[in-house]
């Protein structure tokens, strides 16, 4: 139990330390490169701040499950296709050791 709770920690320390300024680039490539193309299903939008409530399918090319979390939506993305009961197929990035949302289209195969 103490492990895990100092594992927890030590990730959320981490990724607050993403945000700061560090030089080198060869570190963050693979995170950079990885992304996946998944159905997601729009929870909440907040188009001002470009943030999105998404429950998504399984994206293993980030190493994460299906689940329901925020991400970011980048300067391209059309923030309208984000409406609350939306499906769409996203595609989705790690920047900065936050989930970013880099390309958008309405799932056709959505019933
Ligand atoms: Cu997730």
Known sequence: MITLLATSLLLATG???HHGHHGGHAMADA???AQSVVSA????VDTDA???L?????MPELGMGAMVMPFAVDEG???ELFQPGAALMV????????L???????DESAG
């Open 15 to 17: 990724s607050a330390d």
């Open 31 to 33: 995170e950079t490169t």
């Open 41 to 44: 299903d729009v929870r909440t």
């Open 50 to 52: 470009r943030t999105t």
């Open 54 to 58: 998404l429950r998504h399918e399984a």
């Open 77 to 79: 993305v059309d923030i």
């Open 91 to 98: 595609t989705v990035t790690r920047r900065d050791g936050e």
């Open 100 to 106: 970013l949302v880099i390309a958008a289209e309405v």
